[in-house]
T-cell receptor, first 114, second 115 residues
Framework: SAVISQKPSRDICQRGTSLTIQCQVD?????MFWYRQQPGQSLTLIAT?????????ESGFVIDKFPISRPNLTFSTLTVSNMSPEDSSIYLC???????????FGPGTRLTVL | AQTVTQSQPEMSVQEAETVTLSCTYD???????LFWYKQPPSRQMILVIR??????QNATENRFSVNFQKAAKSFSLKISDSQLGDTAMYFC????????????FGQGTTLQVKP
């Protein structure tokens, strides 16, 4: 199984600022994703983080708001830009692959925007 | 577009008893996977069980089993001998085989196991 770590685990930010969330995997994986879980709600896919190229965004999410980097097969970052209180959510990194073709999730980053 | 519906926002069960969580989904595709994930208060997403659509046999993992009805597009989770540690939010999820890693989640069911 893949072990995923995220930094920070939580943060409280002021509106208008930006926060970068880091995701580190303990093994090389082909596919990495970022999900959002708004308070009391389910998970929604933000984008697929592509190694060496631009991320692929789902409907309703744009690069200017959620820029993503993936410089190698074990690391990715998600930036939440120009934050507003509506961005208060848990952001989760996820990877897919491995011998069993399983999907693993990181522990999440709880973001509160004041 | 695919959708996943969990119609039970909250459920409770006595310790050691059995509970069934419901999930329905909608798709016109034939090749897909279905999952149940558990999210305890720690917010870590934990895979409970996985079902491949092409398999007729229902998946089981120890105390957890599913009732997969492909024609009815139904995928319920049965938890036997419920334990206090089963208290969590449970999410049903769908994934097209052609869209690996892209999960579509239901709204979730909060399960409370009572002593």
């Amino acid at each position: 199984s893949a072990v995923i770590s995220q930094k920070p685990s939580r943060d409280i930010c002021q509106r208008g600022t930006s926060l970068t969330i880091q995701c580190q995997v303990d093994s090389q994986v082909t596919m990495m994703f970022w999900y959002r879980q708004q308070p009391g709600q389910s998970l929604t896919l933000i984008a697929t983080a592509n190694q060496g190229s631009e991320a692929t965004y789902e409907s309703g999410f744009v690069i200017d708001k959620f820029p993503i980097s993936r410089p190698n097969l074990t690391f990715s970052t998600l930036t939440v830009s120009n934050m507003s209180p509506e961005d208060s959510s848990i952001y989760l990194c996820s990877v897919y692959g491995g011998p069993g073709n399983e999907q693993f999730f990181g522990p999440g980053t709880r973001l509160t925007v004041l | 577009a695919q959708t996943v519906t969990q119609s039970q926002p909250e459920m409770s069960v006595q310790e050691a008893e059995t509970v069934t969580l419901s999930c329905t989904y909608d798709t016109s595709e034939n090749n897909y996977y279905l999952f149940w994930y558990k999210q305890p208060p720690s917010r870590q997403m934990i895979l409970v069980i996985r079902q491949e659509a092409y398999k007729q046999q229902n998946a089981t993992e120890n105390r957890f089993s599913v009732n997969f009805q492909k024609a009815a597009k139904s995928f319920s989770l049965k938890i036997s001998d419920s334990q206090l540690g089963d208290t969590a939010m449970y999410f049903c999820a769908f994934m097209l085989a052609s869209n690996t890693g892209k999960l579509i989640f239901g709204q979730g069911t909060t399960l409370q196991v009572k002593p």
